[in-house]
């Protein structure tokens, strides 16, 4: 397997992303390719779609938002209708089949259901006459929640035409064993990235570029001649997290999103990999980014600063699990922030513990307007069997300094979590009635998350994994 032996990567990002922040992956995988000399396009299909669907009114927007809900699916029936034609799928019928179980009226959304996959189909094989192939040595594609179908027909169908240019698949939905199976079920994907993608890459694209063969690369599976999926050594996880370059978001700014719209972007900022905690026994955060690793608050200033002379911005989204782990470090980030003076929006995500009302009357004068506090149970015994490390008077206090120092507050309760009992429910409906004039929660029901704990040892915790939805199995072979 070799590259075209030219000198560009491609980098596609496709429906359904969060539609108001510009996918992560493909700015900061362009900024370290580029900065080793690597030539990189990116194409923000799932930014495109949104920004059309806008225009022309082939959806509402809260229509929309229902296509990346990940208990929706509608999304998944399209694409999935589209790359298994031998399942037959009735598209009209099987999406009122999925929003009646959901309780979602269907006659004023169906239609313009139907008349957006017809349109949908159009913009994509647009999108296919846009690769011109013999202008790269390497296609990669971005997989997260919702992407991962619409990605695999896109590519089947860039292999059909007769591209012989290899296509990679990286992002959370391609780790460990998701990535296996991708590969030894789709034979138009021909490597998968596993974990951090920048290094990787970089080493793939360099290969590519000089049309060498590109298998046995750390940080890989391939698909060897008699067609076995094949685990190469895993990417040693990048400890010096400074010395990365700052993400590139031109062809975003240039070509997906104008000026008025910039106030509504919320650019993505990673101040850490990975979680400072690493305990809950629901994530998959465990097992995705390995041990926690930090930029330096004032490498994070840095980029915030080039961020906003650059492009014009000034509204950040912090990707973090935790902005404060042990210690002075937020603190410090805060104090920074406080000093530059600059009219910054941000948002980001908190542990209850070590929280003060000092500190988070420092956050609201840094900048932070809204904060997610991972609060997940408000009965001691259910945050011990989910591993948070938090007591419910910790969570108590959070939420309600939270509130008064005038910050926005978001949180979550995860309702039907394995060894939850009655009195675990009952103890949290009285605390939540003390609280619930501070905020409303959104209700979380339990799903095992692959990679998590619970996934990993179901019995454990009283749990099984299950089979797929019943709809899954209709769809998909």
């Not at 080793?36 to 059309?52: A, N, P, S, V």
């Not at 994907?189 to 920048?198: I, T």
Request: with cysteine; aromatic share 12%.
């Amino acid at each position: 397997m070799k590259g075209n032996a030219t000198s560009s990567v491609l980098l596609i990002e496709m429906p359904f992303s969060i539609p108001l922040a510009p996918n992560p992956a493909l700015p900061l995988l362009k900024g370290y390719l580029q900065a080793h000399g690597i030539q990189t396009d990116c194409k923000y299909w799932g930014r495109e779609l949104f920004k059309m669907n806008r225009q022309c009114n082939f959806l509402p927007a809260s229509t929309y938002v229902t296509l990346i809900d990940v208990p929706l699916l509608v999304g998944d029936l399209i694409f999935g209708s589209w790359l298994f034609p031998e399942c037959h799928i009735e598209f009209e019928k099987e999406v009122g089949k999925l929003l009646s179980g959901y309780g979602i009226p269907e006659n004023d959304k169906i239609e313009g259901l139907l008349t957006f996959e017809k349109e949908l189909k159009k913009i994509v094989s647009r999108w296919l006459k846009e690769i011109e192939c013999g202008n790269y040595s390497l296609i990669g594609f971005t997989i997260t929640t919702g992407q991962l179908l619409p990605s695999l027909y896109l590519a089947k169908r860039i292999k059909a035409q007769g591209c012989q240019v290899p296509i990679v698949f990286g992002g959370s939905l391609c780790s460990k064993e998701m990535g296996i199976s991708i590969l030894r079920n789709f034979d138009f994907v021909d490597l998968v990235v596993d974990g951090e993608g920048e290094v990787t890459l970089c080493e793939l694209a360099k290969k590519a570029n000089n049309g060498e063969d590109l298998r046995g690369i750390a940080g890989t599976f391939h698909r060897s001649d008699n067609g076995k999926v094949v685990v190469n050594p895993p990417r040693p996880p990048i400890e010096d997290l400074d010395a990365l370059p700052f993400p590139d978001y031109s062809e975003f700014f240039e070509k997906y999103c104008g000026a008025k719209d910039r106030y509504d972007i919320d650019v993505p900022i990673w101040g850490s990999r990975g979680c400072s905690w690493n305990h809950c026994t629901f994530c998959e955060n465990i097992g995705s980014w390995g041990r926690h690793r930090a930029r330096s608050p004032e490498n994070i200033v840095q980029e915030l600063l080039f961020l906003n002379e650059t492009y014009k911005v000034s509204n950040f989204l912090f990707y973090d699990n935790s902005l404060n782990p042990k210690g002075s470090y937020f603190e410090h980030l805060c104090d920074l922030l406080i000093e530059i003076d600059r009219d910054f929006r941000l948002v980001g995500e908190l542990r209850a513990t070590g929280l003060t009302k000092e500190l988070l009357k420092k956050a609201y004068r840094a900048g932070f307007t809204e904060f997610q506090i991972g609060v997940e149970a408000l009965d001691n015994d259910l945050l011990k069997k989910m591993g948070k490390g938090t007591k419910v008077m910790d969570n108590v206090k959070a939420l309600r300094w939270t509130s008064q120092v005038g910050i926005t507050l978001q949180y979550n309760l995860i309702s039907n979590f394995p060894t939850e009992t009655k009195q675990s429910v009952e103890n949290t409906w009285v605390v939540f009635n003390k609280v619930k004039h501070l905020g409303m929660p959104k209700i979380s029901p339990f799903c095992t998350l692959y990679g998590s704990p619970i996934y990993r040892d179901p019995e454990k915790f009283n749990t099984n994994i299950g089979e797929p939805a019943s709809h899954l199995s209709r769809w998909f072979p």
